[in-house]
């Protein structure tokens, strides 16, 4: 029994260093997709400027070889090795084997694309609004960022728009429903995925066409939804009674996980799903800005529950803590909007807080997304704004 316990656990310390291992090549190829995707676009701007009769836009452009002119750094992984150990008979229990760690190092190649340093970036004392964008939308409910250029939005209507960095509009997108989509997000290969109430679907847009990804049983209805860093789709959902709610991890159109209860049988989320905001942290947290209890509830990646936070006290905060939306940066701080006390609260990964984002004359803020300079991006519900702030150094 000695024995098998130990080979057990060996079993297991392997199992997840394959799964270290894929997920490291899988942000490899996801990093050359996401380049590929990038000079695809550019390609077809290119091609534009080409077929236009204005000027401007070929004074304007911008060379972008030098950029793509790398690759990513090329990632060697060190596979773990046995290492028999003596026989000691007194404790036999201990001996068989040992494995060494997952070791893993980037090689720099000639084509190499210049990555961030992993140093930590800290807060700044005051943070900067950057820019606001106006999309028009009475209500303005999601963002999220598509690459460091362009952002996709929605809100109280059933089109989907697209802007630049600098506030116009690139693109607008109408749903098949009559109702606005319950969320939105862009999957790892840059295109957008909407979650559809009224038909109860998380839908793809691809090269302008809508294709059905997945369709939830009549009990449950869509909430939010969020990519992670494997590709995976994580959607938040509730009952039509309003008494249950649920977070679902799928791999395209086929579910993986159910995180519903915690180890004592208890609901980890409030039943109605009003709002519900989702995202990945970079240590595989899932993290949950949950309205209605008022708090952010944050899982591992095996579902079980690792801390809640339900505010900071404050006497410049007079409102209940009511979290709407959430996101996670580079340095695995979470940050949660706190739409009734017109502020962003800023926590560690463990839950501690930070700091907040109180200035930049925020107003109702509700979804969140950070880009990847770590650049935030905020919706003001009720002005149908998206401000862009650097809280960074």
């Known amino acids: 029994?000695?024995?098998?316990?130990?080979?057990?656990?060996?079993?297991?310390?392997?199992?997840?260093?394959?799964?270290?291992?894929?997920?490291?090549?899988q942000k490899h190829l996801n990093e050359i997709k996401m380049i590929q995707f990038l000079i695809k676009e550019t390609l077809q701007t290119i091609r534009k400027i080409e077929k236009s009769t204005e000027v401007s836009s070929t004074i304007e452009y911008s060379s972008k070889i030098r950029e793509f002119s790398k690759f990513p750094p090329k990632v060697q992984v060190s596979l773990p090795t046995f290492i028999p150990k003596p026989i000691d008979h007194e404790k036999l229990y201990s001996l068989l084997r040992?494995?060494?760690?997952?070791?893993?190092?980037?090689?720099?190649?000639?084509?190499?694309?210049?990555?961030?340093k992993t140093s930590v970036k800290e807060l700044l004392d005051e943070p900067d609004l950057i820019t606001k964008i106006q999309t028009g939308y009475k209500t303005l409910s999601h963002v999220t960022c598509l690459n460091e250029d362009r952002i996709w939005t929605s809100g109280e209507i059933n089109d989907i728009k697209c802007f630049n960095i600098k506030g116009s509009l690139v693109r607008t997108f109408k749903i098949k429903s009559e109702e606005w989509p319950n969320s939105i997000a862009v999957d790892i290969n840059g295109d957008l995925l909407y979650a559809d109430g009224t038909t109860r679907t998380v839908n793809i847009v691809k090269n302008g066409q809508i294709e059905e990804l997945i369709t939830l049983?009549?009990?449950?209805?869509?909430?939010?939804?969020?990519?992670?860093?494997?590709?995976?789709l994580l959607l938040t959902m509730f009952s039509?009674?309003?008494?249950?709610?649920?977070?679902?991890?799928?791999?395209g159109s086929t579910e993986k996980q159910t995180i519903q209860f915690d180890d004592e049988g208890k609901s980890l989320?409030?039943?109605?799903?009003?709002?519900?905001?989702?995202?990945?942290?970079?240590n595989h947290d899932i993290c949950v800005a949950d309205c209605e209890a008022e708090a952010v509830v944050v899982v591992n990646q095996d579902g079980?529950?690792?801390?809640?936070?339900?505010?900071?006290?404050?006497?410049?905060?007079?409102?209940?803590?009511?979290?709407?939306?959430?996101?996670?940066?580079?340095q695995s701080r979470i940050l949660t909007a706190d739409?009734?006390?017109?502020?962003?609260?800023?926590l560690d990964q463990n839950g501690q807080f930070l700091r907040y984002i109180d200035n930049c004359d925020l107003e109702d803020?509700?979804?969140?997304?950070?880009?990847?300079?770590?650049?935030?991006?905020?919706?003001?519900?009720?002005?149908g704004n998206v401000k862009k702030i650097k809280y960074l150094k």
């Open 98 to 116: 040992e494995t060494t760690p997952l070791s893993t190092a980037t090689e720099e190649n000639v084509l190499s694309l210049n990555q961030p």
């Open 269 to 282: 989320y409030s039943g109605n799903g009003y709002t519900k905001y989702i995202t990945e942290n970079r």
């Open 304 to 330: 079980k529950l690792r801390w809640r936070y339900t505010g900071h006290p404050s006497v410049t905060k007079n409102e209940p803590f009511e979290p709407w939306g959430i996101t996670t940066d580079s």
């Open 1 to 25: 029994r000695e024995i098998d316990i130990v080979i057990n656990k060996m079993k297991t310390e392997l199992s997840e260093i394959k799964e270290k291992h894929r997920d490291i090549l």
């Open 365 to 383: 803020p509700t979804c969140l997304c950070v880009d990847n300079n770590d650049n935030l991006f905020v919706c003001e519900f009720e002005k």
């Open 217 to 232: 049983p009549e009990e449950w209805t869509p909430n939010n939804l969020c990519v992670t860093s494997t590709g995976d």
């Open 240 to 251: 039509d009674d309003r008494t249950k709610s649920k977070v679902v991890r799928y791999s």
């Open 339 to 346: 739409s009734d006390n017109h502020c962003i609260h800023i």
